[in-house]
């Protein structure tokens, strides 16, 4: 067994991953190439290839449209994770399984970020599948199953709300954005390095946050970002997320305890502000950067 192999590989964390990993002993499969509800193309790409690890980026994220298609999103965040787990427990294959904060409710407010063995509460479709195909994996894979959850995603693939924002910065437009979301922005390039180190060396089963350290509120966020961008932060300006209407309720407190990567003598992800100004040339220069610029 050598190598890794990569599901959901045109997303945009994949894409990240994929970019670190050797070429020659690296097999990253698109939708197109692995659908991961088909059961058995998933057990013949493992038998095949026999990767030691595989990184499943693969994943239903449109977290609005989860509320209509609930069956059709756990089919594919719980129903095929539990079979893709089942299917590394009997290749021996290590399985490294992107989740997501919103397996949480994000209504405590205390201010304390979630543990890692905080217990889950998902107030949406899309954080109900996603639940599912974590238990899959650690239920099926207690030695070698690795649940890894990140939040509020940004990078130099795809669109984000950091793309969106930068786009609108540049654009010297004006926005409205929530004060009462906060979270970790969380740069893809750190969640892929994580991923490389928790797929390389010896087994580290079990749930870890891969989210950037500190936190902000979206609106904040804004700010910082045009603010990098040499924009005038007063652009932007301040909604309540209920006024936004949108189909599933977004967490409020999305901030992600990192208890676990102490234990293991690793330091957390790096602070988000610091990863941002790093990143945000990277955002800009993408090609779906281009697209969003057009759209603002
Ligand atoms: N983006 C965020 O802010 C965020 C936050 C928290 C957690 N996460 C988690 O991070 C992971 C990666 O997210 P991302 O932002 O990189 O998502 P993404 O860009 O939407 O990538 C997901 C990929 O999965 C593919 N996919 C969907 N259904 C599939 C199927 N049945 N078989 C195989 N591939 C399938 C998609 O293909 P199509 O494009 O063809 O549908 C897409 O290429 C996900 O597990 C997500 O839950 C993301």
């Not at 129903?79 to 290749?91: D, F, K």
């Not at 984000?160 to 009462?180: G, I």
């Not at 966020?221 to 924009?231: F, Q, T, V």
């Amino acid at each position: 067994m050598t190598g890794w192999l990569v599901t959901g590989a045109g997303g945009r964390l994949a894409r990240e991953l994929t970019a670190l990993l050797p070429t020659d002993t690296t097999t990253a499969l698109t939708r197109e190439e692995l659908d991961l509800t088909d059961a058995r193309a998933v057990d013949d790409a493992l038998a095949e290839l026999r990767p030691s690890v595989v990184a499943n980026c693969a994943s239903w994220t449109d977290v609005d449209g989860a509320e209509e298609h609930e069956d059709a999103a756990l089919d594919v965040n719980g129903l095929a994770v539990s079979r893709l787990a089942a299917g590394c427990a009997r290749t021996g294959a290590r399985l490294l399984h992107v989740s997501t904060d919103y397996v949480f409710s994000g209504l405590d407010a205390e201010g304390l970020p979630y543990d890692e063995d905080a217990v889950p509460d998902p107030r949406t479709a899309y954080g109900r599948g996603k639940l599912a195909g974590e238990r899959g994996v650690l239920t099926a894979l207690p030695d070698n199953g690795v649940v890894v959850r990140t939040a509020w995603l940004y990078g130099a693939h795809g669109r984000s709300f950091v793309s969106t924002m930068a786009a609108r910065a540049l654009s010297d437009a004006t926005v409205k954005v929530v004060t009462d979301q906060y979270g970790q922005p969380t740069w893809t390039r750190d969640v892929a390095e994580r991923l490389l180190v928790l797929g390389s060396g010896p087994a580290r089963p079990g749930i870890h946050h891969a989210t950037a350290s500190g936190s902000t509120s979206r609106y904040e966020l804004a700010r910082e970002i045009y603010r990098l961008l040499g924009r005038d932060p007063a652009l932007v300006s301040p909604v309540r997320g209920a006024d936004l209407g949108c189909a599933a309720v977004r967490p409020a407190w999305s901030v992600l305890g990192h208890r676990r990567w102490a234990l293991e003598g690793m330091s957390p992800l790096p602070e988000w502000r610091g990863a941002l100004r790093e990143a945000l040339p990277a955002v800009t220069a993408s090609p779906a950067f281009g697209s969003a610029l057009c759209a603002s």
